[in-house]
């Protein structure tokens, strides 16, 4: 298990390790920098909840939080219950080891697909 906190402490959550993140470039994540480490919500505990204040736009469809206190976007989590999944920004965890890490590229603005994909 690996910690993921926000600048400040406030906000602190923990997950299996990451073997893999994703960089999107679609409008939030590429503001954001964040590369994002995938889970299952029952993988993902939030000791520390602290105070979040969602973003939500568009669609309506994820909830991107950030800590009241300090501003970093911490996670995101769905909000209709269509996405069996939520993420954590990996770059609030401290310690990992980044040369041990697949870092995928995603192409949200455009294509909606992995820039990184073998051609069929």
Same mark, same amino acid.
């Given at each position: 298990?690996?910690?993921?906190a926000?600048?400040c ?17 679609c409008s ?6 964040a ?9 993902? +505990?939030?000791?520390?909840?602290g105070t979040t204040q ?9 909830? =991107?939080h950030r800590?009241t ?5 911490t996670h995101?989590?769905?909000l209709?219950?269509? +996405?069996p999944?939520?993420a954590?920004?990996?770059r609030?965890?401290d310690?990992?080891?980044?040369g041990?890490v697949?870092?995928r590229? =995603?192409?949200?603005?455009e294509?909606?697909? =992995?820039l990184?994909?073998?051609?069929a």
């Open positions: 298990m690996i910690e993921a926000c600048h402490g406030a906000v602190r959550l923990t997950a299996p390790e990451p073997t893999q993140v994703t960089e999107c470039n939030i994540c590429r503001r954001l920098g590369r994002w480490a995938y889970y299952a919500k029952n993988e993902v +505990q939030l000791p520390k909840a969602p973003y939500v736009w568009g669609e309506r469809m994820l909830a =991107f800590c206190s300090c501003g970093c976007a995101w989590q769905s209709d219950g269509a +996405q999944r939520m954590i920004n990996a609030m965890m310690g990992l080891d980044w041990k697949k870092v590229q =995603f192409d949200g603005a294509t909606w697909t =992995f990184d994909e073998e051609p």
